[in-house]
């Protein structure tokens, strides 16, 4: 059991790490310090999927590494 979540988890993090580059928005710094003037806008289409996806993601491998770290001890 404790190898099939140890696999699950590789998988969704190597996708949580693609699902993270796909999204250009607010790359790099210039954001935090005021570079992005563009003000706010609704998220559509792919870069709406993305988002959701990447928090199902994060959401789906915190849960894998409690239960790994559960069945370890």
Excluded: C, H
């Excluded at 190597?14 to 790099?28: E, K, M």
């Excluded at 563009?38 to 999927?49: D, I, N, Q, S, V």
């Amino acid at each position: 059991m404790q190898k099939i979540i140890n696999i699950l988890e590789i998988i969704v993090s190597l996708l949580l790490i693609v699902a993270i580059l796909l999204q250009n928005r607010g790359a790099g710094l210039s954001g935090t310090f005021g570079g992005n003037f563009g003000g706010y806008y609704t998220r559509r289409g792919f870069e709406k999927f993305l988002v959701t996806f990447s928090i199902i993601l994060s959401s789906l491998f915190i849960i894998l590494a409690i239960s790994s770290f559960m069945l370890a001890r």
